[in-house]
């Protein structure tokens, strides 16, 4: 087996070069982490995984957590050059996964990115630039889904899963109780109190506007133009992270509107979120569920 970490002086990525190296004890323990889900996910590694890690840890460490944490749940794997990167089967279902981590953006030439963080200063959190970069992720993979139904990659008829990690998003660590990731799908504002009714609530909220005036819809589970995603797999998960339950900051978010709906229990760990719609479609509810 090809060693996950070498040549830690000559990496591009910071965060693999510092787990790499294992300069502190708390590096040494996320570089064994990384290790344990290697020794499980080399077999389904493809032939430029050792070089792109290198260059981008997040993305590819998270298909490495995500097809192990599957495995540790007892699915069966497989991994396709020219599809998504995973598949999976349950009860003789192939549902079909792609893995895709956000980042921030380059301030430089996007007006949309999520800002730095300033050490030691009172900062706004950029809600809707998160939504804005998680909502791009989303985009992205809807798109390459139409290439893999007409490459006869996948199926009409087979699931489709899009697993989002926002690790690498600044100010992740801050949120509020309804998950960025929700507002990025449906159409969820912010909270208010109105003081002389007394009545408390969220604002309803379909659209983000960019800084060149475009809008971006935020409502895309309650349109037809998005029912071939069955779902949205989301997770913050990082190395740093190697003391929690594998799985455990899972959110599964179903598609009701899904042509090709997935099973409820099909993860193991974590959240599933259930929404459902009312006749006129603009009125929703969703509901988390442990798993």
């Avoid at 889904?145 to 087979?158: T, V």
């Avoid at 992270?241 to 974590?270: M, T, V």
Wanted: charged content about 25%; some cysteine.
């Amino acid at each position: 087996m090809p060693d996950l970490f070498t040549d830690c002086e000559n990496a591009q990525d910071l965060a693999y070069k510092n787990i790499c190296s294992a300069e502190y004890a708390i590096e040494q323990q996320m570089k064994v982490f990384c290790e344990s889900l290697w020794y499980k996910f080399e077999i389904h590694a493809d032939t430029h995984f050792l070089t792109q890690i290198r260059r981008s840890f997040y993305e590819r460490y998270w298909e490495m957590y995500l097809t192990s944490s599957l495995i540790d749940w007892g699915f069966e794997v497989r991994s396709s050059r020219h599809g998504p990167d995973i598949l999976i089967e349950n009860n003789d279902l192939r549902i079909w996964i792609e893995a895709v981590a956000s980042g921030n953006g380059d301030p430089i030439s996007n007006p949309d990115a999520v800002p730095d963080i300033e050490t030691g200063a009172a900062q706004l959190v950029p809600e809707e630039k998160i939504i804005l970069r998680l909502r791009s992720s989303i985009e992205a993979k809807s798109l390459v889904y139409h290439n893999y139904i007409r490459d006869s990659i996948i199926e009409s008829n087979e699931p489709f899963i899009i697993a989002l990690n926002g690790a690498k998003l600044n100010f992740m660590s801050r949120t509020d109780d309804i998950p960025y990731i929700l507002k990025s799908i449906l159409p969820i504002g912010d909270h208010y109190y109105d003081f002389q009714n007394e009545t408390a609530g969220i604002t309803y909220r379909d659209a983000i506007l960019r800084e060149n005036g475009t809008e971006i819809s935020t409502n895309v589970f309650l349109d037809d133009n998005y029912k071939h995603i069955s779902a949205i797999l989301y997770s913050n998960t990082h190395a740093g992270r190697f003391d929690e339950d594998i799985g455990s900051d899972y959110i599964l978010i179903h598609n009701h509107n899904a042509i090709n709906p997935l099973p409820f229990d099909i993860i193991q760990n974590g959240k599933v979120i259930r929404i459902e719609t009312n006749n006129d479609s603009n009125t929703f509810l969703y509901q988390t569920e442990n798993v």
